[in-house]
């Protein structure tokens, strides 16, 4: 069962601004979430990226702190029709974090702590558009909005930036995550309205 904040307020679309369609704009940032928020401390959390080969390449907290940041501004579109214009994030590019992992997978199937998963094509994660990111609005990036990390990848519906990210599978084969098995599209791009299988 989803779990919505209290107070979330949708609003009209604003016809000077360009919105995917079937979207409206919100100023909240609503919190939604297919179970209970995970709370991961700094000192036991950790990222991996799993090769098809077997290899694992690991990140604790302070070596992703150590890693060069970047600050991207970003529209979010959740598949719920909400969408949330220019916010502004730190973290540390998915290039980087591949940049010495050797690979001929095409897929990635990510995973939280909590135990969901997401899938998307590897291509989607690299040429600067996904960040494992870990603060929002100059603050470090709250729970119920997947801190202490979440996997970014605005392009997608906001589904596909898997919250309390801990790690990425590389495979040869799309391996469908938890809303993709529960009906929700493959891929999920709103500019396309890929909310459902089929869409």
């Not at 979207?23 to 609503?30: A, E, K, N, R, S």
């Not at 991961?40 to 390449?57: K, M, N, S, V, Y």
């Not at 729970?143 to 040869?172: M, T």
Request: glycine share 8%; hydrophobic share 35%; proline share 8%.
């Amino acid at each position: 069962m989803a779990i919505v904040s209290r107070g979330f307020q949708g609003r009209r679309r604003e016809e000077s601004v360009k919105l995917p369609p079937g979207q409206y704009l919100t100023y909240d940032f609503p919190v939604l979430s297919a179970g209970p928020t995970p709370r991961i401390p700094l000192d036991r959390w950790e990222f991996a990226i799993d090769t098809e080969a077997g290899q694992t390449h690991r990140w604790t907290w302070p070596e992703l702190m150590a890693l060069p940041a970047e600050q991207p501004t970003v529209d979010l579109h959740c598949v719920t029709k909400w969408s949330k214009l220019a916010t502004h994030w730190r973290g540390v590019s998915l290039d980087v974090l591949m940049a010495d992992v050797e690979t001929t997978a095409e897929y990635a199937l990510v995973y939280s702590y909590g135990g969901y998963t997401t899938n998307l094509p590897l291509e989607d994660l690299l040429d600067g558009k996904a960040w494992i990111a870990y603060a929002f609005e100059g603050e470090e990036l709250e729970p119920q909005h997947g801190g202490p990390a979440r996997l970014l990848v605005p392009h997608l519906y906001l589904w596909k930036s898997a919250k309390w990210v801990r790690g990425i599978r590389l495979l040869h084969e799309d391996w469908p995550g938890f809303w993709e098995t529960a009906g929700y599209h493959d891929y999920g791009d709103p500019w396309r309205e890929q909310r459902y299988q089929g869409d």
